[in-house]
């Protein structure tokens, strides 16, 4: 049975930091792509980052470009966000998701909604 349970998230003040991670159990998060996605009050879910099975390419929504990294950690089976130079638009449940329907939409299509594997979420809170 696939688990993905995330921790790390919390309040912060514009500007800070916090850094998600997703441990997986029952499944290996090189394999196939996983993806953080987040879901504002009265929004839709969005896909955040994403990375891909067997290399570590990366895609990134461009809200969160070069302020958002995403890593994996093989030998902890464990998915991150490294999130700066937070903003209070980035205020949202955080949710780690992990393999695609299709290992062919982990190209072009990580960050649609389309995984299999979801966590419960955590909340992060960015204060101005």
């Known amino acids: 049975q696939v688990q993905l349970v995330e921790s790390g998230g919390g309040s912060v003040q514009a500007g800070g930091s916090l850094r998600l991670s997703c441990a997986a159990s029952?499944?290996?998060?090189?394999?196939?792509?996983m993806g953080w996605f987040r879901q504002a009050p009265g929004k839709e879910r969005e896909g955040v980052a994403s990375?891909?099975?067997?290399?570590?390419?990366?895609a990134y929504a461009d809200s969160v470009k070069d302020r958002f990294t995403v890593s994996r950690d093989n030998a902890k089976n464990i998915l991150y966000l490294q999130m700066n130079s937070l903003k209070p638009e980035d205020t949202a449940m955080y949710y780690c998701?992990?393999?695609?329907?299709?290992?062919?939409?982990?190209?072009?299509?990580?960050?649609?909604?389309?995984?299999?594997?979801w966590g419960q979420g955590i909340q992060v809170t960015v204060s101005s």
């Open positions: 029952g499944y290996t998060v090189s394999s196939n792509c």
């Open positions: 990375i891909r099975f067997g290399t570590y390419v990366t």
């Open positions: 998701a992990a393999e695609k329907t299709s290992m062919f939409r982990c190209v072009g299509a990580a960050l649609d909604l389309d995984y299999k594997y």
